[in-house]
């Protein structure tokens, strides 16, 4: 079965900095596009960043200079490297993939379970 773990998420203070980690696993032939999407209490879930298998980029205007996306093809995973953070950044983070799986290439777009990540002093 495949399946999104992430990792990395926290408390951290106005200002600061946080890697999030979201690793794909299970019988996997490729992954394609992967990126990090977020949700607020009471607001709806909005894209963060997306990266392709080429390593093309793509960011919300609100995260544009103080997030990165960037991923290991190798290891299948994908990381989010968030500077400056705000307390509007605050919001539970979920990595997306989608990966055609091994032997019958289906295709199948996949959501972690969530890691929250919290700003605050």
């Known amino acids: 079965q495949v399946q999104l773990v992430e990792s990395g998420g926290g408390l951290v203070q106005p200002g600061g900095s946080l890697t999030l980690s979201c690793a794909a696993s299970?019988?996997?032939?490729?992954?394609?596009?992967m990126g990090w999407y977020r949700q607020a209490p009471g607001k709806q879930r909005e894209l963060v960043a997306t990266i392709t298998s080429a390593g093309s980029t793509n960011y919300a205007d609100s995260v544009k200079g103080r997030f990165t996306i960037s991923r290991d093809n190798a290891k299948n995973m994908v990381y989010l490297q968030m500077n400056s953070l705000k307390p509007e950044d605050t919001a539970v983070y979920y990595c997306?993939?989608?990966?055609?799986?091994?032997?019958?290439?289906?295709?199948?777009?996949?959501w972690g379970q969530g890691t929250l990540v919290t700003v605050s002093s």
């Open positions: 997306n993939a989608a990966i055609n799986a091994a032997y019958t290439l289906q295709y199948l777009e996949l």
């Open positions: 299970g019988s996997i032939f490729r992954v394609n596009g």
